[in-house]
């Protein structure tokens, strides 16, 4: 059965990332998007992950085209979107798919694991997060209008 830390992910400028470098630590892997009225989630994403990263957090950004278009850039576009807009210094990968047969493996993985309301694996929309705990279980899914101030609580206990 695979963990998490099974995977290999191509990073933002990209590398490939072996998700088990982040063995012992807590996740929240989140698909983002940098034309969503949920864009500003990444100001709370970052304000979290300074807060907790120190402690053993990380923040996962995915970016990702399948809702409404609202990715366009390619994955340069994106950290230049991220860094002047939002200051962001958590971990950013390829733009990826979340849904369908080109869904990437790790985004499979997540949604077998945890999957959203009456079981559908689907992903709904932008900002769908995935806590994953340091065990590597992953032990919440929050919907994409639960801001990262709302799931602090639920993340610090993981930590």
Not at 29 to 58: D, M, R, W
Not at 105 to 123: D, H, M, N, R, T
Request: proline share 6%; with cysteine.
């Amino acid at each position: 059965m695979p963990s998490i830390y099974d995977f290999t992910v191509e990073d933002i400028t990209g590398k490939q990332v072996k998700l088990d470098r982040y063995r012992g630590k807590a996740l929240l892997i989140v698909n983002t998007a940098s034309k969503c009225g949920f864009t500003p989630q990444y100001k709370g994403l970052e304000a979290l992950y300074q807060k907790l990263h120190g402690k053993g957090l990380e923040i996962l950004g995915f970016p990702c085209n399948q809702f409404g278009g609202q990715e366009p850039g390619t994955d340069t576009e994106i950290a230049q979107f991220c860094e002047l807009n939002y200051g962001v210094t958590f971990p950013m990968f390829a733009k990826v798919d979340v849904n369908g047969g080109d869904a990437a493996p790790v985004f499979k993985y997540l949604k077998a694991e945890k999957p959203g309301l009456l079981g559908s694996e689907a992903i709904k929309w932008n900002f769908t997060k995935f806590l994953v705990d340091r065990d590597g279980k992953v032990v919440q899914r929050f919907a994409p209008n639960d801001t990262p101030e709302s799931i602090a609580g639920d993340v610090e206990k993981v930590l």
